[in-house]
């Protein structure tokens, strides 16, 4: 079985400031996952993608990723936050290959003081 | 434009009512989920299918019945049997097998028992 923890439910940085959250993962497989974010009452957009290779993945809007398997994580960072990245952002897994249904976290809500 | 289509954006439901949300996509994905929102718990996964006239249940199932009569379509039914049926329904779809693929999700349905 596979889950997602979301460490931190609400996040706030200063506008300009690093973003960090934090995503911790179990799977009995190799995993593949993924960063999502999520505007008020929208469905969820792709951030970012790791599949396999390179363990640093770049995605839109800045954000990138990197996966740590000694660590069973998958953080995102973003060097220098803005406004319009105020959001609810998901990780999740997935097992790929015919089973791509996501296993998500429960999401953590990044606030952007001005 | 390609992509997924939910409908209605906001349904109210009576005490009792069963009520169907409609997902179309026109992506010519073979996969198609329904998950379910509610703050703080993140998405959890009701059913998905991976082919025309199959599907399964996925964590959350119980008080909720889907069909896949044509690949484009996956409509939910919330039944009277689900208790708490007020949340946030998001429908997805994926590309199966062939490496790993990302979902791509409608707008999202907002359900609310009146």
């Known amino acids: 079985a596979q889950s997602v923890t979301q460490l931190g439910s609400h996040v706030s940085v200063s506008e300009g400031a690093l973003v960090l959250l934090r995503c911790n993962y179990s799977?009995?497989?190799?995993?593949?996952l993924f960063w999502y974010v999520q505007y008020p009452n929208q469905g969820l957009q792709l951030l970012l993608k790791?599949?396999?290779?390179?363990?640093l993945v770049k995605g839109i809007n800045g954000f990138e990723a990197e996966f740590k398997k000694s660590e069973t994580s998958f953080h995102l960072t973003k060097p220098s936050a803005h406004m319009s990245d105020a959001a609810e952002y998901f990780c999740a897994v997935s097992e790929g290959f015919g089973n791509e249904k996501l296993t998500f976290g429960t999401g953590t809500r990044l606030t952007i003081i001005p | 434009d390609g992509g997924i289509t939910q409908s209605p954006k906001y349904l109210f439901r009576k005490e009792g009512q069963n009520v169907t949300l409609s997902c179309e996509q026109n992506l010519n994905h073979d996969a198609m989920y329904w998950y379910r929102q509610d703050p703080g718990q993140g998405l959890r996964l009701i059913y998905y299918s991976q082919i025309v006239n199959d599907f399964q249940k996925g964590d959350i199932a119980e008080g909720y019945s889907v069909s896949r009569e044509k690949k484009e379509s996956f409509p939910l039914t919330v039944t009277s049997a689900q208790k708490n049926p007020t949340a946030f329904y998001l429908c997805a779809s994926s590309i199966l097998g062939g490496g790993v693929t990302e979902a791509f999700f409608g707008q999202g349905t907002r359900l609310t028992v009146v």
């Open positions: 799977s009995s497989v190799p995993p593949y």
């Open positions: 790791y599949t396999t290779g390179a363990t």
